[in-house]
């Protein structure tokens, strides 16, 4: 068969060299995403906790346990799409809803530290902290700090399991290697030097 069609022999195996390339480049940044991609801030007091829109159950927990831990007196949710449903979430977790801030216009991590500084800025924050997926709280929390930098930024992570190390990246690999190509589009536009 491949003497009738000798092409498509090179073209599988062009395609057969890029698949193998793709593994052997994809699965290390997999593998080791929790190394690469979390950025760990805590912090024992803030003046807010800001919710970043875009995943609605574990973010919405994660914020409701630090404000129930007393952490920040405020929560402020910053994100289109999820945005509403965050916040009816956090008043079924007990947050008051006079406690609870929003801005639901942002499509971006960029947008959501430029308008949550927009926002809150009349409330003079000294520390806010974050809430967000563990694969995107090193590109939210360094967008954020260049954003706002006279604010001290803390980052709580959250994650599918009971802790961190022993859930599997591979369930959410989809959204760690666009967290890999998203983190090079913001060096490149935002956090150049």
């Given at each position: ?23 052997l ?18 912090q ?11 995943e ?8 409701a346990e ?34 609870i ?13 430029q ?7 009349a409330?003079q ?12 709280s090193r ?6 700090r ?19 190390y022993h ?10 290697l ?16």
């Open positions: 068969m491949w003497q009738r069609f000798p092409r498509l022999g090179a073209w599988l195996a062009v395609l057969g060299g890029f698949s193998l390339l793709a593994v480049t994809l699965v290390p940044l997999v593998r080791y995403s929790k190394s690469l991609l979390v950025a760990d801030a805590p024992q007091r803030a003046d807010w906790i800001v919710v970043l829109g875009g609605s159950g574990q973010r919405v927990i994660g914020a630090l404000f129930h831990q007393g952490r920040a007196p405020f929560v402020f949710v910053s994100g289109e799409g999820d945005c509403r449903l965050i916040v009816k979430r956090l008043v079924m977790a007990g947050v008051p809803r006079a406690r801030g929003y801005e639901c216009l942002s499509k971006s991590t960029y947008q959501n530290a308008f949550t500084r927009h926002y809150l800025a409330q924050p000294r520390r806010i902290t974050l809430v967000t997926s563990w694969f995107h590109r939210a929390l360094e967008t954020f260049r954003a706002w930098p006279e604010v001290d930024w803390g980052m709580h992570m959250v994650y599918p399991g009971d802790d961190l859930s599997l990246a591979i369930n959410e690999a989809g959204a760690v666009s967290e890999y190509l998203k983190i090079l589009v913001y060096s490149v536009r935002y956090w150049t030097f």
